[in-house]
Nanobody
């Protein structure tokens, strides 16, 4: 069973930056990783995906501003959020699925493992 624990969320002014971290409990085998976000009342949005083949995908809304990276030694996946805007306010979730995994439109499909989420709030 893979456990994911996110951290790093918080409140920041527009134009600011945050780094979210997702610590995983178990990394044996190959996994795909992804970050999603959700605002109450809206559908969950795929933000960034690291496929099992190493390819990285970003939602158009965050391209050029968000970067995903992985620290294998620390079993951690990061999401670096730069130039944040009000529209980035959401609960952010880390997700994982064992490779081979399904990626459609740059979004990891039906991941088996989810973190509890970390809130990002951007103010004017």
């Amino acid at each position: 069973q893979v456990q994911l624990v996110e951290s790093g969320g918080g409140s920041v002014q527009a134009g600011g930056s945050l780094t979210l971290s997702c610590v995983t409990s178990y990394t044996y085998g190959r996994y795909c990783w992804a970050w999603f976000r959700q605002v109450p009342g809206k559908e969950r949005e795929g933000v960034a995906t690291m496929g099992g083949n190493g390819n990285i995908y970003y939602a158009d809304s965050v391209k050029g501003r968000f970067t995903v990276s992985r620290d294998n030694a620390k079993n951690t996946v990061h999401l670096h959020l730069n130039n944040l805007s009000l529209g980035d306010t959401a609960m952010y979730y880390c997700a994982a699925d064992k490779s081979p995994c399904a990626v459609a439109g740059g979004v990891l499909q039906d991941p088996d493992y989810w973190g509890q989420g970390t809130q990002v709030t951007v103010s004017a």
